[in-house]
């Protein structure tokens, strides 16, 4: 068996006007056709792949990711566990719009902790890897995104 590929990310969401509004016009994805499910959500073109919304009523809590790291030691890290990475071709551009639609970002290259260590070995391992800090904020429901620009990949 081989797997040639990635579909599409499933990600919860508590409103179905606020994620429209979130993944449709602040994203700028293209709605993707939805079977007629018994239940609410979205389909959202990324690329070749999808996101796909579902909203639930009751939305999971977020939790904190326990690390073991080299040394032995255990620490609690949020926002480096589940999420969906997605790649764009201006992400100064996004951030830029981001910005202007009042998003947050939990990481990006002018917040780093120079006094973390675990932020300072993530950099190192972003920038081997993409030349670059990634992106990261939270949808309006809680779910990680971490956006890289086409040339990281």
Same mark, same amino acid.
């Given at each position: 068996m081989t797997i040639v590929g990635l579909h599409h990310v499933t990600l919860l969401v508590g409103d179905v006007d606020k994620a &429209?509004?979130?993944y449709g016009e602040v994203l700028e994805m293209?709605?993707?056709?939805r079977p007629e499910f018994d239940f609410p959500g979205l389909f959202y073109r990324c690329g070749e792949q999808q996101i796909h919304l579902i909203v639930t009523p009751h939305l999971p809590p &977020?939790?904190?990711l326990t690390l073991r790291f080299s040394d032995g030691s255990t620490g609690s890290r949020r926002y480096v566990h589940r999420? &969906?990475?997605l790649v764009v071709h201006d992400l100064p551009a996004l951030k830029r719009r981001l910005q202007a639609n009042g998003v947050e970002f939990l990481i990006d290259a002018d917040s780093v902790n120079a006094d973390d260590a675990l932020a300072q070995n993530l950099v190192a391992g972003w920038?081997?890897?993409y030349h670059q800090v990634p992106l990261f904020l939270l949808d309006p429901f809680g779910n990680l995104l971490e956006f890289l620009p086409v040339r990281a990949i």
């Amino acid at each position: 068996m081989t797997i040639v590929g990635l579909h599409h990310v499933t990600l919860l969401v508590g409103d179905v006007d606020k994620a &429209a509004w979130f993944y449709g016009e602040v994203l700028e994805m293209a709605p993707n056709p939805r079977p007629e499910f018994d239940f609410p959500g979205l389909f959202y073109r990324c690329g070749e792949q999808q996101i796909h919304l579902i909203v639930t009523p009751h939305l999971p809590p &977020a939790g904190d990711l326990t690390l073991r790291f080299s040394d032995g030691s255990t620490g609690s890290r949020r926002y480096v566990h589940r999420h &969906a990475a997605l790649v764009v071709h201006d992400l100064p551009a996004l951030k830029r719009r981001l910005q202007a639609n009042g998003v947050e970002f939990l990481i990006d290259a002018d917040s780093v902790n120079a006094d973390d260590a675990l932020a300072q070995n993530l950099v190192a391992g972003w920038m081997r890897m993409y030349h670059q800090v990634p992106l990261f904020l939270l949808d309006p429901f809680g779910n990680l995104l971490e956006f890289l620009p086409v040339r990281a990949i």
